[in-house]
C-alpha cells in the first residue's frame, strides 16, 4: 500500500539514479531478512519481549557500522554515551514484568541479530540517499520497489497477497501514510547528523507505545519500565546536549 501512494508523488519529485538502485535491492535484501527473523523469534518469545530487544539494538549496531562503513559524521563521547543509554532504556523494557519467564539464549541471538540486519537497512539508505541526493526521491522509490517485492516474497512462501489484503485496505491505506510519513521523516534525519543518533532517537517509539498502553489501554506500569523510560529519555538529553 505504501508503494501505490507513492508512485504518483514520484511524477513530481522524479526518480532515483541508477547508481542508487544497488543499495535500493541491498536494502530489500536485509528489510526482508530482518522481518523473516522477526517472525522466528516470535515463535519463540512473546512480542512484548522481542520487539524491544531488537529495537534497542539497532542504535548499538548502527553506530558500529557507522564507524566501519561511513566514515563521517562520527558521534561525540556524550552522544555516544546517550545512544547507549537510549538502547539500555529500550532494551531495559523487554525484562520488565517478564521476570518469571525463562528466556533461552537462542531467541536472545536472533533479535539481536534482527537488529544487526535492520541496522544495516538504515545503512543502505544513507548511502542510497548520497548518492540520490534527496530522501524524499529515494524513499518513495523504495517503497515501490519493496511493494513489487513483497508479494512475491509471499507467494514463494505459498502466501497470495490476496488473502493478506482481503478486508484491510482501509487499515492499509491509513497504516501506510503513518509509515511513509515516518520513514521519510527519519531519511531526513540521517542527512543531519551522525546516523546512529538518529537511529537512536527512532527508537524512543517503544516508549510512546508505552505512554498508550497506559493511558488509552490503561494497563499498570511497573517501577522497572519507569526506570527504562528514565534511562532512555536520559540518553535523549544527552544526545541534545551533544
Known amino acids: 500500500m505504501a508503494g501505490v501512494i507513492s508512485i504518483p508523488f514520484t511524477f513530481y519529485f522524479g526518480l532515483p539514479p541508477l547508481e542508487a538502485v544497488p543499495w535500493l535491492l541491498l536494502g530489500i535484501l536485509f528489510n526482508t531478512t530482518t522481518l523473516r ?47 547507549v543509554l537510549v538502547s539500555l532504556g529500550v532494551i531495559l523494557l523487554a525484562f520488565t514484568g517478564r521476570r518469571q519467564e525463562s528466556l533461552g539464549r537462542k531467541p536472545i541471538l536472533l533479535a539481536v541479530l534482527g537488529g544487526i540486519t535492520a541496522a544495516a537497512y538504515v545503512i543502505t539508505d544513507v548511502k542510497g540517499i548520497a548518492i540520490t541526493g534527496s530522501p524524499i526521491v529515494y524513499g518513495l522509490f523504495a517503497a515501490i520497489i519493496n511493494a513489487i517485492a513483497m508479494p512475491i516474497f509471499l507467494r514463494a512462501e505459498g502466501v497470495p497477497l490476496s488473502k493478506v489484503m482481503k478486508g484491510e485496505y482501509f487499515f492499509g491505506l491509513i497504516a501506510s501514510i503513518f509509515s511513509m510519513s515516518s520513514y ?40 522497572l519500565r519507569w526506570i527504562a523510560c528514565g534511562i532512555a529519555f536520559m540518553g535523549i538529553a544527552l544526545l541534545r546536549l551533544a
Open 37 to 83: 527473523l522477526l517472525v522466528a523469534i516470535y515463535r519463540l518469545m512473546p512480542f512484548a519481549v522481542a520487539y524491544p530487544i531488537m529495537r534497542g539494538t539497532i542504535p548499538l549496531a548502527v553506530t558500529a557500522l557507522d564507524f566501519i562503513f561511513l566514515p563521517i559524521g562520527y558521534p561525540g563521547a556524550l552522544a555516544l554515551f546517550g545512544i
Open 184 to 223: 521519510v521523516l527519519f531519511l531526513f534525519a540521517l542527512t543531519h547528523g551522525p546516523v546512529g543518533a538518529a537511529s537512536a532517537i527512532r527508537e524512543i517509539s517503544v516508549l510512546f507505545a508505552l505512554g498508550i498502553s497506559v493511558i488509552i489501554l490503561k494497563e499498570p506500569v511497573g517501577f
